[in-house]
């Protein structure tokens, strides 16, 4: 196993230019109004994630001998993409292990890209389990999606690149899984420039480079729960974690909730297409989770490959986060117009209903009532109030908001 040098970097660097797209920095205000933010789109890469650059680059580094005999990767699906893509445009076979659970595009997209899906029950590291009893079986080379310094290095182009388009960065904002992409932009920036702070986000559901860089070691965590797929890991690599807890500014978490609003905020604001993975930098600069406030900061937005029959429900959760939408249920006599004098209201307010489910049978409410409950559009969290404020202002007993 080669070192991870910044010169193995530049090398990759030089190696990937004939590979990969470009992505310029998009200046992005709406992210944070007290920071002056950018995103690196690596959503608009090739195969739509940053991880097609260290597989790109490690494959290129193989012996003809290990070429012949093929490679095999494990993946929570855009690792799959950029190996299979590698290995099909070199002219090697390739064996890809996902959990069985990853997200039918992102299987399809691995398999249409030229390789052999294998599906496993489970979560990401019950497929790198498998991939690796595959790995000694056929006597293929196994190309890892974090833990490997050429995998790490090609991810580091990234770092290299956001220095050399704005050499004034202050802060870079970086997904967090396995730590791969972490390890290489914080190892190479570091490298170059130690003032430019480093920092990492992981889902609260599956938090294990926060949880080991925090207790000092590396631990594997029981289960993980998350909408980001992507960077839902057990289990951090050992040459990760060593890297992470040496070159990165801190690792924080963000909720589901903030990353359906990040993914909301990414779609309609810059109308760029994120998956959860690759929103997580661009929610925790939304909601002051990292010091970067008045700095230059630049969010990796790390991957693109979201499955559109879940988008309906993170833009509505999205929306929710957001105060965009929310959901108000009232009690009221049943009688002849009570149901238009509560719409009139919101309407007047400016708020537009667009679902109501009307009954007669919660036994919790008296026996001459009943319950209204309507789904409304809004401007924010500041108009929400303004509506009940407004409805309670006459008498209009209201249940809950959410």
Known sequence: M????????????????????????????SVNPNSNVFIKPENLQITGSFKVRGASYMISQLSDEEKARGVIASSAGNHAQGVAFSAT???IKSIICLPAGAPISKVEATRNLGAEICLVPGVYDDAFNKAMQLKDELKMT???PFNDPLVIAGQGTIGLEILNDMPDVEAIIVPVGGGGLLSGIAYAVKQL????????VQAAGAPSMVRSIDEGKLLCLDSVSTIADGISV???GNLTYELCSKYADGVVTVTDDE???????????HKLIAEGAGAISVAAAMFGHLPIEGKKTVCVVSGGNIDVTFLNRIINRGLQRGGRQCTVTVELMDSPGQMLIVTQIIAGEGGNVTSVLHERTNTEISVNACTLRMTIETRNREHIQTIVDK????????LSVD
Do not use: D, M, W
């Open 89 to 91: 445009a070199s002219g």
């Open 142 to 144: 196994f190309v890892h």
């Open 234 to 236: 057990k289990q951090p």
């Open 2 to 29: 080669r070192e991870l040098t910044l010169n193995e970097v530049y090398k990759a660097s030089h190696v990937l230019k004939s590979i990969i797209k470009p992505t310029a920095l998009i200046k992005a205000s």
């Open 193 to 200: 420039n130690p003032s430019v702070k480093v920092y990492g």
């Open 391 to 398: 409805l309670k202002a006459h008498n209009i007993h209201i």
């Open 259 to 269: 990353i359906c609003a990040a993914i909301l905020l990414l779609l309609e604001k």
